[in-house]
């Protein structure tokens, strides 16, 4: 079997599922749990100053698809609600009886340089592998200076990560906050500061539902909701794209990325690496199933890499992100159309509808004796949009059929239909 | 084996038609199918349909890998608990079994999981190239199996996989026991039952010697005295009698003797077939035989057993299956006398009204008689006490006319273990019988290794 031992940033571990931040890593029972589970590494709760925050009831609320299946789940927790001491004692003593496990701690204290110059000097006796600097937290904390309200300015992040490199020799990594516009600039502000990671994301801002009856959203607190933080399968498109951001911007080149957000399968975490990352963190999947699932996640991913040849990590990690290019560098002679297999097709009329109301008008419909009706591409109107085929509920069914059209490779910027091309 | 019914017509149809009624009775999952159905599984924890089933397959977490589609993890799953998944993904009765227990199966969903079917799913699609598990460092160890049936198969792979050398003494030509010779033969088509003891044997390390008869040309003392630990598989082999005059008349036979040939038989239109046919007993056995010879072409096929409908062994979706092939049944009825023509063949049987009075089974005065040509008993399987001749053998202690062993498999005669059909503990299911070869085969390794840790 392939060999799913990493090293990040300096930080070894046996296998690239570390379990982020968050309840699953609250304290020494949950944690202990989690290796014996077989997770490779995990990111303890953030520590922060003493006094420990305190935490409100009702803190998750969550978004639901089809059969009460969780997409995401928000949350308005904040950092560890236990003391530092309490924290550091079982950090020291986990990290002890399992040495080969990765065990980061991720950090929040105010952004005042003593405050920091306590900290560090702290955990890294604890003997842990890494700190983590939480810049991320979206609910709460930001209201007192702390968590996003660190993340979503640059300068902030670099100053943080420069002190944080200056009062401790372990590696550091920085954890980004998704509520900011662009990316790129907390990820190269961190490497300016001279950090050895970056990790992302952390949650979104979100409110998932209203009770319509008391008018209040969830969850509810009393008689009153706040924003919370959300996580979960629904965030892994923008956790992709914004890893991909990173991976792929000369700014940041060679910088270590951990992965995080809605990773629930071995197929995800692949994912992830393919786009850059060096190990992944999962917090949701492990909530709603508990630590087991990782023993189906190593499998599938060891299996997969056997089938292609992968002997370790690195030899696919990235290899998406030289496919992944800015619209502008797209081949714009490149032609799919769809086709429908009418062997597979239980006649829904999905693809039909979608395509009529609000595409191209290019799938047929033509009534039959029975009643049913048959649905044909009108090839000459698809312009391949993939809408036909993502609301097909058969899997395999709509095939995207890519044409030959004997046209060369051209890109908008070459385009004598740009007004604005690049001279050639 | 069917010479009994030498005397009575073969089959109208066509070869190729009877192939076609005796193709699987529950046609494999499409992967769309798989996708579906294992997307409805809730993942639980402690989940219950693991406790249902005997082999303890970690169900939740297999189902979850073909919904990640990875079905060689899936397989590898199912076969680390149970390396015989495959025919007992076919052959269990998971509506008592797993699916009985599934969460889903209640009044408010409507129906549960299909786990059996996921089972196969994962398990024919799975093509693995090589034997998906090795064996650990050679122990020098050698283990005797008596019977290559699914306890002492199970048992074998269990033991090779520890390291140790394992021989199986099997008395038939072909090993697999009942998956060979006895499982109805649309629960478990084509060559399954050999192909799955191939791949079995793809771990090493495991001889079969066929024509190996204990209590005939092979001994228990000889076994013990040269090998490290005896696993004892027979399964059970005797025939159980009605206790009727003319039981032994042309047309009467036991059912399972039925099934052999039919199991075996290249060519069904070959077969002596009875156009009106009698089946007494009520477990799956009776079942599978009565539904067998309806698909063969019977006309008439007549199921009678002598208590109530709540009473029959087989379980309710057998009893669907029979009915859907115009079995009828006859509850309340007790075998009287075998009737037969002038030439001495069975015509048909008088039967006893039977009735509970005061809880306990007694005939009502009344009687009736069916026509027939043939009658299949299937009134269960007995121990053929022949396996346990020799002066060792018929030491060991009994648990009615079976093999006593305790939760360990361990019989009354140290280093000697037991189980499947031929020991009391349990039920006598496929998937019981590689349960028990399994822990049987935990015990002996346990065994050899601290005698050598104390060594
Ligand atoms: C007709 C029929 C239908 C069935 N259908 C089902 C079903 O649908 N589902 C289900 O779960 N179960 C079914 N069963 C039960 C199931 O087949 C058995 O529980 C299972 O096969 C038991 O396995 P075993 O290894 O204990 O015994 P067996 O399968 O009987 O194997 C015993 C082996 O030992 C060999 N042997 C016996 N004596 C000796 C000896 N003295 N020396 C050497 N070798 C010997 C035999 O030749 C045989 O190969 C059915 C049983 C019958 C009879
Ligand atoms: C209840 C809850 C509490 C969290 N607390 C923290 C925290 O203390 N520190 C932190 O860095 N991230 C925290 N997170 C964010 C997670 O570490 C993670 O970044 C996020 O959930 C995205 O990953 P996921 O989709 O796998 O859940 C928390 C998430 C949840 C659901
Ligand atoms: S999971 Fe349920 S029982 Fe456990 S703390 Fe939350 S609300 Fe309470």
Redesign the pocket.
Known sequence: MADLSIEFAGIKAPNPFWL????PTDKAYNVVRAFEAGWGGV?W??LGEDPAAVNVSS??SAHYGANRVVQ??N?I????DRSLEINLREITQVKRDWPDRALIV?L?VPCEENAWKFILPLVEATGADGI?L?F??PHGMPERGMGAAVGQVPEYVEMVTRWCKAYCSLPVIV?LTPNITDIRQSARAAHRGGADAV?????INSITSVDLERMVAHPIVGDQSTHG?Y???A??PI?LNMVAEIARDPATHGLPICG?????SWRDAAEFIALGSGAV???????LHGFRIVEDMKDGLARWMDQHGHRSLEAFRGQAVEHTTDWKYLDINYKSIAHIDPQTCIGCGRCHIACEDTSHQAIASTPAADGTHVYQVIEEECVGCNLCQITCPVQDCIEMVAQDTGKPYLNWTQDPRNPYREAS | MTDPLNHLPRPQARADQLAERFSDLAPPLTARQAAVESARCLYCYDAPCINACPSEIDIPSFIHRISDENLQGAAQRILSANILGGSCARVCPTEILCQQACVRNNAQECAPVLIGQLQRYALDNAHFTEHPFRRSPATGKRIAVVGAGPAGLSCAHRLALHGHEVVVFEASDKPGGLNEYGIARYKLVDDYAQREVAFLLGIGGIEIRHGQRLGGNLSLASLREQYDAVFLGLGLNAVRALGLPDEHAPGLLPATHYIRELRQADDLSQLPLADRCLVIGAGNTAIDMAVQMSRLGARDVNLVYRRGHADMGATDHEQAIAKANQVRLHTWARPDTVLLNEAGQVRGMRFARTTLAEGRLSDTGETFELAADAIFKAIGQGFDDASLADPAAAQLAREGERIRVDAHMRTSLPGVYAGGDCTALGQDLTVQAVQHGKLAAEAIHAQLMTNVEAA
């Open positions: 982020a931040s968050a309840p990111v709760k953030t803190r998750y995401g789940i949350n927790e904040l950092i560890t991720s929040m983590e939480n991320g937290c954890k990790s992302l994301i952390n949650t933080g996580c979960g399968s965030v892994k956790a995080i957000g809605g990773i629930g963190q999962v917090c949701t999947a492990a909530m």
